[in-house]
């Protein structure tokens, strides 16, 4: 199985986000029992909490349950687990460089260099922000993780070929 890991800073607004935008994408693709997918944080703000309410919302809003997610930080184990650990900005990106075993680097990568329509390079954190940031996040992420679905859907193909 192939497995993706979204990560922001607390694990509580935009990688639970990406992480349900992603799994519906593959459960449309069809491709849910070839292609794992989670989501932590950087930091231990928020562990075993559920989402931010606010991004719950605007997710229920566009079809998405975060519900059932709850807040967990990434792990040495995530490292070497994952095939693909996609992060929301350069903070995380960063953290997470210095957390990771050399061995694992090429596994890094920004979510936003999946993005076709946006150039932020980014995904800016909506916590302070009011509903519409929460709302701007979802474009960014829906948009991003078509691209990465499109990149996924390569990889299993080439697997399954192997």
Not at 35 to 40: E, F, L, Q, R, Y
Request: with cysteine.
């Amino acid at each position: 199985m192939y497995k993706v890991l979204f990560v922001s800073t607390g694990n509580f607004c935009r990688s639970p986000s990406a992480e349900s935008v992603f799994r519906s994408m593959l459960e449309e693709a069809g491709l849910s029992d070839l292609v794992g997918v989670d989501s932590a944080g950087t930091h231990s703000y928020h562990i075993g909490e559920a989402p931010d309410a606010r991004a719950q919302v605007a997710a229920r809003k566009r079809g998405y349950d975060l519900s059932m997610l709850s807040a967990r930080q990434v792990t040495k184990n995530d490292f070497r687990e994952f095939d693909l650990i996609l992060v929301m900005d350069w903070e995380n990106l960063s953290a997470l460089q210095q957390m990771c075993p050399r061995m694992y680097h090429h596994k890094l990568m920004l979510l936003m260099r999946f993005s076709n329509d946006f150039e932020e390079a980014t995904v800016p954190d909506p916590y302070m922000g009011g509903s519409d940031t929460f709302s701007k996040v979802l474009d960014y992420l829906e948009n991003a993780c078509q691209g990465v679905l499109e990149v996924v859907r390569k990889r299993v193909a080439q697997y399954q070929a192997a």
